[in-house]
């Protein structure tokens, strides 16, 4: 029933943009895409070489996000975590904005920004875990992270400010709020690859990650090495968050919200959690992105922007109901 969803979601989302195309147009010019015609019109163009590949890549990125978010959570054994809100996608977009502002990005080319994105998100990702240290408090990580977060912004705004080039600085900015403006299909097997990486990943792990659930001593007991699952899952939720954020910028909170509502929908096994969360977060992130599309039309909303009216909210919902009585 999701994927019926994510697939109806996707084919509804490209009559929506600056230029609004009507369904039956939609139809039919996919109709004839795949008895392998493809005409030369100007509505062919905009929906197989501007919208399709952002939607795709929308979709992607939703599930990147949310199996990331379900990875923090669970080797955190903290619902609370997430690569925004442990200040994960601030490291990504500092290490982009450093690449960008002092020209690394151009020496690379195309691959600066992708290993700048990777080394913030891997240091970020670091520095709280060895700061966390064995704690339980799910509090201290995620006041941690957000200290780290903070940090790493104030650094990005520092790069921005002292940059003297102002296309650099236009660019840098769009690190800060994220955006599927631009996407083009070149981008999309990249996106691809990593989310494909994440699914093997849980899927082959799935029962050591179900029993990190039981508790770290308990998962120890039955013979799992806790540290090495946990470096693990630091090095592959880095190299998923800075492909993410090299290419659309930072997107908050979808990490922490779509988790949830995979388990309240499905159950906590990683086997179930692993294609609810994907196809959760890939729906979530279509309808968010025609949003941006659509609110303000020809005008675009950053998605960043969205993600956090959605997620902050619900963030403090989640924050009141278990600790309430603390």
């Not at 082959?204 to 990190?212: G, M, S, T, V, Y």
């Not at 659509?294 to 997620?311: H, N, Q, Y």
């Amino acid at each position: 029933m999701l994927t019926a969803i994510l697939l109806a979601s996707m084919i509804i989302a490209v009559r929506f943009g600056s230029i609004e195309i009507e369904t039956g147009v939609v139809v039919n010019e996919l109709a004839n895409f795949l008895q392998g015609f493809k005409s030369d019109s100007s509505n062919a163009m905009i929906i197989f070489d501007i919208r399709i590949p952002r939607i795709i890549f929308a979709a992607i990125s939703g599930a990147i996000l949310s199996l990331t978010g379900m990875l923090m959570q669970t080797v955190s054994q903290n619902y609370l975590a997430d690569p925004y809100i442990l200040g994960v996608s601030s490291g990504a977009g500092m290490g982009a904005v450093f690449c960008i502002v002092t020209g690394i990005a151009q020496i690379f080319a195309p691959y600066g920004v992708y290993v700048g994105a990777f080394l913030g998100a891997a240091l970020a990702t670091i520095i709280v875990v060895r700061i966390a240290g064995t704690s339980n408090s799910p509090i201290k990580l995620v006041l941690i992270g957000m200290g780290i977060s903070a940090l790493f912004s104030a650094f990005t705004m520092l790069e921005i400010y002292g940059s003297k080039n102002e296309a650099q600085v236009r660019s840098a900015m769009f690190w800060l709020m994220g955006s599927f403006t631009g996407i083009r299909w070149e981008m999309v097997p990249i996106a691809l690859a990593v989310v494909i990486a994440l699914i093997l990943f849980v899927w082959l792990f799935r029962h050591e990650l179900d029993l990190i659930l039981l508790g770290r001593e308990e998962a120890q007991h039955l013979g799992l090495s806790t540290e090495r699952m946990q470096q693990a899952v630091v090095l592959i939720s880095s190299l998923a968050i800075a492909v993410t954020v090299s290419i659309a910028g930072i997107i908050g909170f979808i990490g922490l919200v779509i988790p949830h509502i995979a388990r309240f929908i499905g159950e906590s096994r990683h086997a179930v959690m692993l294609w609810f969360t994907s196809l959760i977060g890939a729906v979530v992130m279509v309808w968010a992105d025609v949003l941006a599309r659509a609110m303000f039309s020809p005008e675009e909303v950053p998605i960043g922007i969205l993600t956090a009216c959605l997620g902050a909210p619900v963030f403090m919902q989640i924050i009141n109901r278990q600790y309430k009585n603390s």
